[in-house]
């Protein structure tokens, strides 16, 4: 580009709704701007940092990496300089003119709920730059990337476009430098920016300097200079002892780190000394990132090796079962160049590792009962992800698991559920379903029930995997009560039971017949009371609901065919086996038999096939049945 040269670009779509929002918010708390601003130009003080470790030339003029304020009040400007990365001209046209994160339309939704558009939630969503717009009419960015010699100025009112032209800069870095609103004024006072960057910004790690005037003597005479003062700790707050950290201070770091306008639902910092030393600050989020079931969300925490920045969402330090633990890890035993595939196969990140899903299980550990209850809505069914996943733990993740109760109302724990079992109770019985209301009243339940023995209701799509993972609690085995070789008590068939099952022999190889191409077996049932038949599972076999939710995913999974169970006790099933004892031809047996298995379809809150035929037969039946009583009344 040459000097002459300013080029226009249109602001895309998502940007300009942005945009439009935040110059029209009504929000009061305009002043998150400068936190937003000063973050980035943090990080890019952190990557310039990172990169000068192999490329010292990077950095220029000697100066040390800071961030610098400065108020024109004649101008009416604000301006927040960097001496960091900076960006070439296609960097600025990428990063301030498209939205790089996907989330920008969820963002605007969450703003449009929010009363009086709460535009605080601006930087999680990777948009944190136009919340300038809350205090400037025109902002204008002077920026070089570090290693090349052409600076480029940005500048929009942030309606409809923005214009990109060749600017000069003495170093690398970025100028924001904000047109302040008329209203907006209040922003040039000196004691109010010391006392936001004090708030919103004490330890990060780079200095913040203001631009001061100060009096100087010289002899008799009183002399006005500009210099440059720090007003922020500007040391790395982890690096301090706990015992020396507020709480607030803790909080307006996290706020820093992750975007986060809430402070954290807990916090965790602690060091490790011996064959390796490192220091981790762990923090959980009131609310979930949205990302939090994308597969490609974001996870993990920052990567500092001895204070330097080197990377954002290092993954390889947490599992993803803890994707939901944002903070920092500082190691001094990594190589400052350390590259993703020295992370991967590193024994020092293995140590490291370890000591984070402990340290965040502590922390998980030490929330209170209240708080621990918007964790598990929050984040429950990721870490029941880390019963499949961490063998090591999962008598500790074992204890933090909740689950709704045929028995109990809210939610109850397997050492609770222990404490309540029945004397001669074997197992630890559970149901999976989509919904406490479908699960609940399931013809499977009902042996139980008249056992009074509890059952946990599972309605996780991930429960299924995380009980496979944990097996056992506490000695007793976790058995579905849809498993088809469910045995509640050891029961030694008595002659009257064989006696039944030698009468009913026929009716069963009828319905084997009439359902060949739904079901795998056909058998009698000792799990039912009230219900004539109930489906139940092939050894590994998936929950119906389970199976439907993967066959959207993939629609050519073969159907699993089940078992269907009758009961021999049943006024219903007696019946028909009379009806087809005289006439083993019988439509009629067909037909209903058809009709009971739809029915433990439903009964189980699964869909059925065919639902006109379904109801065209029920009508038949309904319709006989009302004339009978009509024509005997
Ligand atoms: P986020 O910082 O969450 O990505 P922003 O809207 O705040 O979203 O910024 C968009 C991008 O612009 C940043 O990711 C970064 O690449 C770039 N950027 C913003 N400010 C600076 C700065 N001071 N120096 C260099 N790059 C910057």
Redesign the pocket.
């Known amino acids: 580009m040459t000097e002459e040269t300013k080029k226009t670009h249109k602001f895309e779509a998502d940007v300009s709704q942005v945009l439009r929002l935040v110059i029209n918010s009504l929000y009061s708390n305009k002043e998150i701007f400068l936190r ?1 601003l000063i ?3 943090s ?2 003080l952190g990557k310039l940092r990172f990169r000068a470790l192999t490329e010292p030339e990077l950095v220029e003029g000697g100066a040390d990496l800071a961030i610098r304020i400065e108020v024109d009040r004649d101008a009416h400007t604000l301006t927040i300089s ?1 001496n ?4 070439s001209a296609e ?1 600025l046209e990428n ?2 003119g498209t939205v ?2 996907s989330g920008t339309q969820e963002f605007l939704q969450r703003l449009g709920e929010s009363k009086d558009g709460d535009v605080n939630l601006i ?1 999680q969503f ?5 919340s300038a717009y809350l205090v400037a009419d025109r902002v204008e960015v002077v ?1 070089r990337a570090a290693g090349s010699k052409q600076a480029h100025r940005w500048s929009s009112d942030g309606h409809e476009s923005f214009t990109i032209e060749a600017a000069r800069r003495m170093e690398q870095g ?1 100028d ?1 430098v904000l047109h302040l609103k008329e209203d907006q004024r209040g922003f040039e006072d000196e004691f109010r920016i010391r006392d936001l960057v004090k708030r919103y910004s004490d330890y990060i790690e780079q200095p913040v300097e203001l631009r001061v005037e100060k009096t100087a003597r010289e002899g008799d005479d009183k002399k006005k200079e500009l210099e440059w003062e720090r007003i922020n700790e500007a040391s790395a707050l982890w690096r301090k002892r706990p015992q020396e950290i507020k709480d607030e201070q803790y909080s307006e770091f996290y706020k820093h780190l992750t ?1 986060d306008f809430e402070p954290p639902l807990a916090r965790k910092h602690f060091h490790v000394e011996g064959t390796q030393e490192f220091v981790g600050l762990l923090f959980i989020p009131k609310r979930p990132p949205m990302d939090l079931f994308m597969p490609e969300g974001r996870h993990g925490v920052r990567l500092y090796v001895k204070r330097v920045f080197i990377m954002d969402d290092c993954e390889e330090l947490l599992p993803r079962w803890l994707r939901f633990v944002r903070g920092l890890l500082d190691s001094e035993d990594l190589p400052l160049n350390v590259s993703r595939e020295i992370l991967q196969d590193s024994s020092i990140v293995r140590t490291i590792r370890k000591q984070m899903v402990k340290r965040s299980l502590d922390m998980i550990e030490s929330l209170s009962e209240e708080d621990f209850k918007s964790f598990w809505s929050a984040y429950g069914p990721v870490l029941k992800e880390g019963l499949h996943f961490e063998p090591d733990h999962k008598e500790r993740l074992a204890k933090l698991m909740r689950y709704e109760s045929s028995t109990q109302e809210g939610l109850v724990s397997l050492p609770d559920y222990v404490d309540r079992m029945k004397e001669n109770q074997k197992a630890i019985y559970y149901m999976q379903g989509a919904s406490r209301q479908i699960v609940e009243h399931s013809p499977h339940l009902e042996a139980l029930k008249k056992r009074g023995f509890e059952v946990l209701l599972m309605t996780d799509a991930v429960d299924q995997w995380a009980t496979e993972g944990l097996q056992e609690f506490d000695g007793k085995p976790l058995v579905s009560v849809m498993d088809s070789d469910l045995q509640l008590e050891d029961e030694e068939k008595d002659e009257s039971a064989k006696e039944r099952e030698d009468e009913l022999d026929g009716l069963v190889k009828r319905v084997r017949q009439v359902l060949q191409d739904n079901i795998a077996e056909v058998r009698l049932s000792s799990r039912l009371t009230d219900s004539p038949v109930c489906l139940v599972l092939p050894e590994g076999g998936l929950p119906p609901y389970l199976e439907r939710l993967m066959r959207l995913q993939n629609a050519d999974m073969p159907r699993q065919k089940r078992i269907l169970e009758i009961n021999p006790d049943h006024e219903l099933i007696e019946s028909l086996r009379a009806m087809n004892e005289r006439d083993a031809e019988s439509q009629d047996v067909a037909e209903w038999v058809e009709v009971l298995y739809d029915q433990a379809l439903l009964a189980e809150g699964s869909p059925i096939e065919q639902p006109s035929r379904f109801s065209r037969r029920l009508t038949n039946l309904l319709t006989e049945a009302a004339q009978r009583r009509s024509s005997t009344s």
């Open positions: 937003e973050s980035n130009a990080d890019a960097d960091g990365i900076g960006m960097e990063n301030l790089a994160h930087g990777g948009v944190g730059f136009y920026t970025t924001i975007h």
